[in-house]
C-alpha cells in the first residue's frame, strides 16, 4: 500500500487514517468461510465445522442422505471421525463464486474406530475423492451438495470385489443372470 508522505518525506499518518479501508468482497468471503471449514474437518473438530453453518443449514451428503440442522450435521461428522480416527482431509480444489463454492477434496484414513452407518470396522485404508457443492448466506453455509464415489468406498472396506477381480465377474453374471431371469417372468406375465 502506498503511503502518503508530506513535503519533507514522512509519513503523513493522519492522511493515512482517513484513506478508507477496502472491504473484503463477497468472493472473498466465501473463500475464507470455506477454507476455515475445511480446515476444521481437517483437524476432525465436528463443533468447529458445526459453527460454520447457519441454524437450519442442510448437507445433502448423496451416498447417506439428508442432513438439517447443526446437530444432525454435527453427529454425521462426528461419527465419521470415530470410525476413521486418523483420518486426514485435504482440500484440492476451490472454485468460489460470491455466494457459493465447489470444493474438491481428499479423505484417506483406516477404518479402526467405531462403526460407520452400519458397517463394523475392518482395518482398511480407505481414500475417497469427493466435490461439496457449498451455498453460503449472510456468512454461514447454508447448503452442501456432497458426492463421493460410493463403490470404490465399498471396495476399500471389502463390501465389493476388487474392480476386474474374479469375484467381480462372477458377481455381474450373477446378477445378469438374476435380470435375465426376471425379463423372462415379467415377459411370460404379461402374455
Known amino acids: ?9 514522512a509519513v503523513d499518518e493522519a ?13 472473498k468471503a466465501v473463500e475464507q468461510h ?35 440442522g447443526r446437530d444432525e450435521i454435527r453427529a454425521f461428522f462426528e461419527s465419521t471421525f470415530a470410525a476413521l480416527p486418523d ?26 474406530g467405531a462403526p460407520f452407518q452400519g458397517i463394523e470396522p475392518t482395518g482398511r485404508p480407505v ?24 463403490a470404490g468406498f465399498a471396495r476399500q472396506l471389502g463390501m465389493l470385489p476388487a474392480e476386474g477381480s474374479a469375484a467381480e465377474r462372477a458377481m455381474k453374471g450373477a446378477f445378469n443372470a438374476m435380470t435375465k431371469v426376471r425379463r423372462a417372468v415379467g415377459e411370460r406375465t404379461r402374455a
Open 87 to 112: 483420518v486426514e482431509t485435504t482440500l484440492t480444489r476451490l472454485v468460489v463464486g460470491d455466494g457459493a463454492a465447489a470444493a474438491e477434496w481428499r479423505m484417506a484414513g483406516h477404518h479402526t
Open 15 to 27: 492522511a493515512e487514517e482517513a484513506k478508507p479501508r477496502r472491504r473484503i468482497s463477497k468472493r
Open 34 to 68: 470455506v477454507r476455515s471449514y475445511f480446515d476444521a474437518m481437517a483437524r476432525r473438530d465436528a463443533d468447529a465445522m458445526a459453527e460454520h453453518w447457519s441454524p437450519d443449514g442442510v448437507e445433502d451428503v448423496v451416498p447417506v442422505g439428508m442432513l438439517r
Open 1 to 9: 500500500m502506498a503511503e502518503t508522505k508530506t513535503a519533507n518525506g
Open 127 to 150: 481414500e475417497l475423492r469427493g466435490l461439496d457443492l457449498i451455498e453460503v448466506e449472510d456468512g454461514s453455509i447454508a447448503s452442501i451438495t456432497a458426492y463421493y464415489d460410493t
